[in-house]
T-cell receptor
């Protein structure tokens, strides 16, 4: 079967750094997405990784290791507005998007 | 225009009602999607249209009926729904389907409550 695992909830402090992990077991791999979703709103695209390594985009970075079936999203200089759910999604061999359950990130002052 | 617009934002309907959700995009995207999302759960794919033709139906009950009148519009017709169908319905679009770097642009969603 296809499986994506993320922590259910994480808490971090404003100004700090947090790493949200995602492990996956899917039938094939054609890339991994991270989306951000604020409560009651639509998911918005953060990053896409298809090759191993780190992709940096401002305060957010995403890392991929295909051999380990592992990715993480790194958020630096946390702001209160970063409180949201972070969804990991993998594109499988049929180019279908397999979603993780999401990680709810709570930022405290 | 880089948006996907969904109407209505909120909808309350009885189990015998017929209503429709509407979605519009003007980004020239050729793939459009309907997702259903329950609280604290990831989006569940319902339907995918590619070049205005239904490509994927994820075994969705027939009380949900999608329609793609043209390349910019996507509708979801609702009839005889059940209370458990209450959810956030998300429309999304992408340039094409069937590629890895297929970034989805989501609409803000329609919050549906079935009484």
């Amino acid at each position: 079967g296809q499986n994506i695992d993320q922590p259910t909830e994480m808490t971090a402090t404003e100004g700090a750094i947090v790493q949200i992990n995602c492990t996956y077991q899917t039938s094939g791999f054609n890339g991994l997405f991270w989306y951000q979703q604020h409560a009651g709103e639509a998911p918005t695209f953060l990053s896409y990784n298809v090759l191993d390594g780190l992709e940096e985009k401002g305060r957010f970075s995403s890392f991929l290791s295909r051999s380990k079936g592992y990715s993480y999203l790194l958020l630096k200089e946390l702001q209160m507005k970063d409180s949201a759910s972070y969804l990991c999604a993998v594109v499988d061999s049929n180019y279908q998007l397999i979603w993780g359950a999401g990680t709810k990130l709570i930022i405290k002052p | 225009d880089t948006e996907v617009t969904q109407t209505p934002k909120h909808l309350v309907m009885g189990m015998t009602n017929k209503k429709s959700l509407k979605c519009e995009q003007h980004m020239g995207h050729r793939a459009m999607y309907w997702y259903k999302q329950k609280a604290k759960k990831p989006p569940e794919l319902m339907f995918v249209y590619s070049y205005e033709k239904l490509s994927i139906n994820e075994s969705v009950p027939s009380r949900f009926s999608p329609e793609c009148p043209n390349s910019s519009l996507l509708n979801l017709h609702l009839h005889a729904l059940q209370p458990e169908d209450s959810a956030l319905y998300l429309c999304a679009s992408s340039q094409e389907m069937g590629s890895g770097a297929n970034v989805l642009t989501f609409g803000a969603g329609s919050r549906l409550t079935v009484l």
